[in-house]
């Protein structure tokens, strides 16, 4: 049996900041109503590409695991804003590292679909198929902001997150898991006029970011303290043994929520929704990657992470690092 373990990790955090003063000169609302709502203070918006974002982010988790981009057999992007539907946006990030001959594929499960993606990669190596991998979470959700919804447009940020992974001996990596999707409700967040279901003549204006606040709330909240819960069992582990949780940052309020239910400290608790706001896929690869620079995260940590997303797709994750 192989392991994948995770040998290197990066982000990429766009320089542009955009504070909630900042968007309440533009829309109805306020630092006071955001903040006190969201737990976000500021977000970063990308002025360049998904497939750059995921560039640089990715190289860099290349650079901290001493990895050749050469060696690398599978570069798997997970987004739901990708630079372009055809060719992938995976490919791009291949060209532009120069992994030449690694398989190429983009995936999306919106919020989570850093897990998802950890999870396929993870897969490939265990079963003998590849040795090396990096996967890489970028979104520029703010390009889908229609700045005339104030409901869903003060939520969102860009940003970028990257692990590389390679085959070990060691049982290190994502040793559990467990992924779903309650698709019967799939209506409550969802983007309407954006795909093939859109006639080709129609003008698009801005996107259609159609959600249900309130009901998000509740579902994300059972959705990921459940799959937590499944994946501790199926590990043989009980809470006490996580070291951290990384939670999906899409409201500090669902964070803490879901803490209470779990019954974790707060120093266990990786949170940075205040500096980037939900920047959808990436929130939890760039969540990893800060945790490990605060020093959370130490080699041989036992990691919780969780998502909840769009679809409605869920997953949780445990992690040796
Ligand atoms: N500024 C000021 N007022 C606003 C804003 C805004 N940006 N947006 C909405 N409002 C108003 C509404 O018009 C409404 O006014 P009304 O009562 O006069 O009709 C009122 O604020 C609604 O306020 P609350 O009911 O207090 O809002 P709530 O507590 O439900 O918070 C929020 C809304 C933050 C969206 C919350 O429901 C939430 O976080 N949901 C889950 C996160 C989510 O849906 N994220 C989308 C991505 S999915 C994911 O990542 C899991």
Redesign the pocket.
């Known amino acids: 049996m192989h392991y994948a373990e995770i040998t290197g990790w990066g982000k990429c955090i766009p320089p542009a900041r955009i504070t909630n003063d900042d968007?309440a000169t533009v829309?109805?609302?306020?630092d006071e109503?955001?903040s006190s709502?969201?737990g976000i203070k500021a977000r970063h918006i990308s002025h360049v590409s998904t497939a750059e974002l995921a560039t640089v982010a990715a190289q860099r988790a290349l650079d901290c695991a001493g990895v050749d981009a050469e060696q690398l057999d599978l570069v798997l992007v997970a987004t739901c804003t990708p630079s372009t539907m055809v060719a992938n946006t995976a490919s791009e990030v291949q060209q532009r590292l120069g992994a030449k001959g690694a398989a190429t594929c983009d995936s999306n499960a919106?919020?989570s679909g850093f897990l998802y993606a950890l999870q396929m990669a993870t897969a490939q190596i265990q079963a003998g198929m590849i040795k090396t991998a990096v996967v890489v979470a970028a979104e520029r959700m703010l390009w889908y902001v229609n700045w005339a919804l104030?409901?869903?447009?003060?939520?969102?940020g860009d940003g970028a997150g990257a692990v590389v992974l390679q085959a070990s001996e060691q049982p290190l990596g994502l040793l559990a898991s467990k992924s779903g999707c309650d698709s019967s409700d799939r209506s409550i967040?969802h983007i309407s006029n954006f795909g093939t279901n859109v006639n080709k003549y129609q003008t698009i204006g801005g996107s259609d970011l159609n959600?249900?606040?309130?009901e998000?709330?509740k579902r994300?909240v059972k959705g990921m303290s459940v799959a937590c819960d499944d994946v501790l069992s199926q590990a043989q582990l009980s809470l006490d043994d996580i070291d951290v949780l990384v939670p999906?940052q899409?409201?500090l309020?669902?964070i803490q929520s879901i803490q209470q239910r779990l019954k974790v400290d707060d120093d266990k608790v990786m949170v940075n929704i205040d500096e980037y706001g939900?920047t959808?896929a990436a929130t939890i690869a760039i969540a990893l990657c800060e945790a490990v620079e605060r020093g959370m995260v130490k080699p041989g940590a036992n990691i919780m992470s969780a998502a909840?997303?769009?679809g409605l797709t869920w997953a949780a994750s445990y992690i040796k690092w």
């Open positions: 968007i829309v109805d609302t306020s109503w955001i709502r969201t919106a919020c104030r409901d869903s447009a003060v939520l969102f967040l959600f249900v606040g309130p998000i709330f994300a999906h899409a409201n309020r669902i939900n959808s909840f997303g769009a």
